[in-house]
């Protein structure tokens, strides 16, 4: 059986996988989103499950206020066998202000996959990307990237390492430098140790997360190094060939977009091994609309079948370095899994595990039980706040899709609103959103758009409604997308114009990058964030039977 990439679309960067037993389990990044910190669960290595969450409770986390991109970077998942343990590993990014970077990385442990998780310990402030090794003689090693700030030096920095304590929480002295990388693409990030017949393997992506990404790997026979390079490096790309970029310190680079590729940006890796041999290396990617190089998708996570060669080192097993589309499966037994519904009618009393929130934990405002067979939510500030918004979303997974709800709701002062949203980030979001028009002296549906800021409210898309349910649908058509509404949920009128589909992207997106479009419910009550909506169902189908234009 072939496997198809990516396997987990939409906004699932920096997949970092780990096996306990006959299971493999994968964590990617959730930067200002919760829960935080989604965990993919297989058997197979072809059919994955959205199995949980590491931070699910409203105490655990606090990202209130943080811009967007910012919060949660680059998970690392291991398991630990002596201690029968696993470990995550995660940097909170805090602030990228005149490139400083200023990120805290931590590390919890648990028992159960599941949780409950430890109190935090926290490691050190050197850089992004902090990764676990857990040694064969009981020590444990945390490399990541020493982020440079100085003039006159190489940015942006170099791969750092230090020898983690378990017994006295805390990483032994101050990181010392290991390795500069494997290519002259530049911009050093994503480190991952493993070790395997005497030699330590450092995995990294060099590049930078856009169109010049990569995965390298160094190996040495002592973990401090010195590391050489894999001499076919880079092992995994979007773009082969040899590049000098190390004087730029821009991550995106979009001169570098092959055409000839469908997975661009393919770089941030990490790889397991079956019992029986076989290697699969998990790394991020995109697929952007061209020519503009808009990823809407954002960074997804794809797989490829490695092998290793006579004399010590990964290769693509199919020879090349170039990431695949289509993948030869595992030998594995099939294991099938169960698929997020595409329709959801909230008649379960639990709220999915696949809606997420922008800083907030769902739970705060949403609200499965209060109404039988409806989520009510509770409105609170505006969308474009970023501290206590309302919006409860699913990742949007492909550019040819039909999102659908029903809604109840009686705003009564202007600053009443709920409806349907696609929603970027705070600064860039189309919310097709019932509220109270004073000019009218009643209900309304309209449109407001934000695009990099500026606020459009659309008001000759008003049109006035009874106090009944309405239906609401957003229809995603590759380039554009465009919003209709009804009554009896059978005949739908539209309402606004086309909007492009394009613009909602890490390209384009000025006060955002690294995460990716949702499609999502809403209410706000910027008055005393009490007033509440109630949604029937919310209907998700996509068509992944079309590729990015």
């Known amino acids: 059986m072939m496997i198809q990439n990516p396997i987990f679309r939409g906004f699932n960067p920096d997949p970092c996988v780990c096996r306990k037993g006959a299971d493999y389990y994968v964590a990617v990044s959730t930067f200002e989103w919760l829960p935080g910190i989604p965990v993919y669960h297989s058997k197979d290595l072809k059919n994955w499950e959205l199995y949980t969450h590491i931070f699910t409770e409203p105490e655990q986390m606090n990202l209130k206020r943080l811009p967007s991109a910012k919060g949660v970077w680059a998970p690392c998942l291991t398991y630990c066998e002596e201690e029968e343990l696993f470990y995550v590993v995660y940097g909170i990014m805090n602030s990228m202000n005149a490139r400083y970077f200023d990120v805290d990385n931590y590390v919890i442990t648990s028992k159960d996959i599941k949780g409950p998780w430890s109190e935090p310990v926290y490691l050190h402030s050197a850089g992004f990307d902090a990764s676990l090794f857990h040694d064969g003689d009981g020590r444990k090693w945390v490399v990541s990237l020493e982020w440079e700030t100085r003039e006159g030096y190489e940015k942006p920095g170099v791969i750092c390492l230090a020898e983690y304590l378990p017994k006295e929480k805390k990483i032994d002295g101050y990181p010392k430098r290991i390795w500069k990388g494997g ?39 002592n973990v401090w190094g010195p590391y050489e390079g894999d001499p076919c490096n880079p092992i995994l790309t979007s773009v082969p060939g040899v590049s000098y970029e190390r004087h730029d310190p821009d991550h995106l680079k979009p001169k570098y977009y092959n055409p000839a590729s469908v997975l661009q940006k393919s770089g941030h890796g990490s790889y397991v091994e079956t019992p029986d041999g076989e290697v699969y290396l998990f790394h991020l990617c995109s697929r952007p609309f061209a020519p503009e190089l808009r990823c809407t998708l954002g960074r997804e996570t794809a797989i490829q079948k490695m092998v290793w ?52 934990q769902p739970s705060t405002f949403a609200d499965v039980k209060a109404r039988p067979g409806y989520v009510r939510l509770r409105g609170q500030e505006s969308r474009t706040s970023l501290n206590k918004v309302s919006i409860l979303a699913r990742k949007l997974t492909s550019v040819y899709a039909s999102i659908t709800t029903k809604m109840e709701f009686t705003p009564e002062v202007y600053q009443h609103s709920a409806g349907l949203i696609l929603y970027y980030d705070n600064m860039n979001y189309v919310n097709l959103r019932k509220y109270y028009s004073q000019t009218l002296g009643q209900s309304a ?45 059978e005949t739908y009128q539209r309402i606004g114009k086309d909007f492009d589909t394009t613009k909602f992207s890490d390209e384009y997106c000025k006060y955002g990058e690294f995460t990716g479009t949702f499609v999502g419910i809403t209410c706000a009550d910027r008055l005393k964030h009490e007033k509440c909506a109630d949604f029937d169902f919310f209907e998700y189908k996509a068509d992944y039977t079309k590729g990015v234009d």
Do not use: Q
């Not at 379960?348 to 595990?353: A, D, H, P, T, Y």
């Not at 500026?454 to 957003?474: A, F, W």
């Open 309 to 360: 060669t006579e004399d010590g080192w990964l290769r693509m097993a199919d020879g090349s370095n170039l990431a695949k589309e289509e993948v030869e499966g595992s030998s594995l037994p099939d294991c099938p899994i169960k698929e997020i519904p595409e329709f959801d009618d909230f008649d379960s009393g639990e709220l999915g595990n696949w809606y997420y929130a922008p800083r907030i």
């Open 183 to 221: 290519t002259d693409r530049g911009c050093i990030e994503a480190p991952h140790l493993t070790k395997r017949n005497g030699y330590y393997y450092l995995m990294c992506a060099e590049g930078g997360t856009g169109y010049n990404h990569c995965v390298t790997m160094g190996r040495s026979e």
């Open 445 to 489: 549906l309209s449109i407001v758009h934000l695009e990099n800021g500026e606020k459009s409210e659309y008001l000759e898309t008003r049109i006035p409604v009874d106090e009944r349910p309405v239906y609401m649908r957003l229809v995603i058509e590759g380039r554009s997308f465009r919003f209709e509404w009804s009554y009896e949920g």
